[in-house]
DNA sequence: GTCTATAAAGTGATAGAC
DNA sequence: GTCTATCACTTTATAGAC
């Protein structure tokens, strides 16, 4: 009925598609399932994008960007709220400010579950992939980027320095949060995930010292 | 053509299904795929199964008790290994206990990858579905049941005690392992990963005190 | 019990009218 | 551009001969 750029019809398809893998999985993820939850015809895919494994390695490379300006977004809100107040003379502890950065990632985590179970199952999808193993890399690359980041932010507030290359201790870091996401994911266990953001936390801390 | 009983049939298949879960994932364990590498008919299959599901349901309880009997054998090779040269005076530091068993660990996952990524597969599907969510959670129970005998162990060798319940400690262990599994199956970097399993030993270990 | 043959349902993709 | 209708193929599952 009304006309649609095929670009916008190709992010609408990519954000349904989305929608689908988060609640029924990747291999459920039909066309015909996703141009429903779209509300487009079958043929309105297939003019848009020439397979469904075209659409999947958008969504892979969609999702990478998606998940890291999320994270990214939450932590510049989480700046902006610090920032309100005067705190020239505090320093936060560093591994305060490692627990809180890794309980705003669970509390992420926590709002939209099935999202996360996705990025998981997308990544692992890509991995089998040979044309698409390269997107679950550069996903890795982007969190490792990202953790890099966060952490030279956590340190240079609490007045540390790392005492390895931090980027040596991203690496830990999104290991640390990728073990925390799949056991919570299998057992929902609050409180033992607390544990784990304070065991992370206080041992990643180790690895620095006063600047 | 032989005979062969239902049950020898139906393990034969469970395994067959496993192998192609490994090479191709959980999607493209077609009932034709597994029979083929089975050797058998289509018929066959569901002369042993009543469906695609009632199999894929057992694969994940035998896939849950394979690896915790692959790991507990490593173990038990390991004690021998270490039993047969006299050290009764000598007593290993808790963290380098803690690091060959992780070492350990991770030679087995480089032994066989997809085998391991088969595993994460099924833990998620299992997830996704209603009548299965139970063997994921009782696949955890195991893992954290083992982490806690592994860490007993390895505090009594090593003369020390835990200074919070073993239980704590071996959800943080399992973490641990699943964050390191899934990092070096996404870019099997066995220098990152050697470095996060010195970071887990250490941290582990500083949970730790002389008895 | 084990097979071949086929049914029944779902899938990705396309043709062709408008 | 967008639709309905349909093709070609794959899938799970079953029927029926032996």
Redesign the pocket.
Known sequence: ??????TD?RSALVRSALVVVAARGVA??????IVAEAG??????????????ELIAELVGYVVDREATAILLEEVDADLDHGTHDDHWERPILAQVLRSGMIRYLEHVRADPMHEKAMLELTQYALRDPGLEHLARAQYRRYHALAAEALATAASRSGTVWRLPVADVSRLLVALTDGLTLTWLVDRDDLAAMQLIDFSANSLAALAEPA
Do not use: E, G, P, V
């Open positions: 009925m009304t006309r649609i750029s095929a019809r459920q993820a039909t066309t015909r399932a487009m015809s079958l043929a309105s895919f297939h003019y848009a994008f020439n397979s469904r494994d």
